[in-house]
């Protein structure tokens, strides 16, 4: 789709320039789909390469350096084509006078300038709108969101009070219920107070999956294995609560049954140079069947839709839904 619409600007700006010299003379028409080629390759890979790379990244001397030096050599291909095309037109006295008028140069500079920083602004314009646009979808499903949790929510200080209560009534001999407990309800203040921001730092929510995986292995027999590697790199940066937790539901809820075979969930977490990668397997029953194109299940529409809004153009996300095996690998520019 890419590789079309470069091709239709292309034949666009081709015409237009055409009709705006009012010359349709075969070699004139070939200067002009020369040059709109190169004003359209310099605002594509400025685009894709500098702006996404550099300008929104908020490194703007680099990027201004290395877009001067584009359109430097993109005027120097242009300068050289159109007196090859010269040459073949016969002009002989645009030939002869090309390399002493620096008009030329100056004039071919500044409208390679122009057309591409144009187009250039038009598309951040439109990226700008998107992304107002998306935040304002956030925004709405936040509120929507939080009116029906409000409608659902029991009421926390009651809630915590009753578990309070139960946990007294638990003798002290019993552990592991009481360690439980306990868990169960650090999950839930995590849930109910922490979540309500945007961001937040990844000690906490590795903490809360920690609890999850611990309380989930208790329904486990020994049969069953659960393998959570974290690398030490992970920490002091934050991200968007409970974006992992859907996967890793599904992990357990999907995890095999096998009597004699391997039942083993693994999930491991990395974090190098600015990039959060995230990866989750879990064996599965050959019959059993996952569905992840629907709002069900592993909620992967509901994934999908808060990576692109969080983080539009800064993730990965691959899914196999494999004979035996589910997996999910999930990698985040994280800044």
């Known amino acids: 789709m890419r590789i079309l619409r470069f091709f239709l600007l292309w034949i666009i700006l081709t015409l237009l320039f055409s009709l705006f010299n009012s010359s349709f003379v075969t070699l004139d028409i070939l200067i002009q789909a020369v040059n709109s080629l190169l004003y359209t390759s310099g605002f594509y890979f400025s685009y894709h390469k500098l702006i996404k790379g550099y300008f929104y990244q908020g490194r703007t001397l680099t990027f201004f350096a290395i877009y001067l030096l584009v359109i430097a050599c993109m005027s120097s291909i242009s300068m050289v084509s159109t007196y ?4 073949l037109q016969g002009k002989k006295f645009f030939v002869a006078n090309y390399w002493n008028e620096p008009v030329f140069f100056t004039s071919n500079l500044v409208l390679m300038f122009l057309v591409t920083s144009s187009l250039l602004s038009f598309r951040i314009l439109r ?9 304002e979808d956030l925004e709405k499903e936040k509120i929507s969101a939080e009116l029906g949790f409000l409608k659902a929510q029991i009421n926390p200080h009651f809630l915590f009070n ?17 360690e439980t407990l306990l868990k169960f309800s650090e999950m839930l203040r995590y849930q109910l107070y922490e979540c309500s921001s945007d961001y937040i730092e990844i000690e906490k929510e590795l903490h809360y999956i920690k609890n999850y995986i611990e309380i989930q292995m208790l329904r486990k027999t020994d049969r069953y ?8 790199s992970v920490k002091n940066f934050s991200l968007a609560p409970l974006l992992l937790t859907p996967f890793i539901e599904n992990a ?22 600015g990039e959060f990668s995230f990866h ?22 509901n994934v999908r839709r808060r990576l692109d809004l969080l983080y539009p153009d800064k993730h990965s996300l691959e899914i196999r839904n494999e004979s035996g095996q589910f997996s999910v690998a999930m990698k985040m520019n994280i800044n």
């Open 280 to 301: 989750i397997c879990n064996d599965k029953d050959q019959s059993t069947v996952i569905e992840i194109h629907e709002n069900k299940g592993i909620g992967l529409a």
């Open 127 to 135: 990226d700008k709108m998107k992304t107002q646009e998306a935040l």
């Open 84 to 87: 090859q095309i010269y040459i």
């Open 162 to 178: 009753s578990l309070n209560n139960i946990l007294f009534q638990i003798d002290k001999s019993n552990k592991d219920a009481r």
């Open 225 to 232: 294995k659960c393998t959570f590697t974290v690398s030490d």
């Open 252 to 273: 357990f809820k999907y995890i095999s049954n096998h009597s004699n075979g391997k039942n083993e969930i693994s999930i491991s977490m990395d974090y190098k140079e």
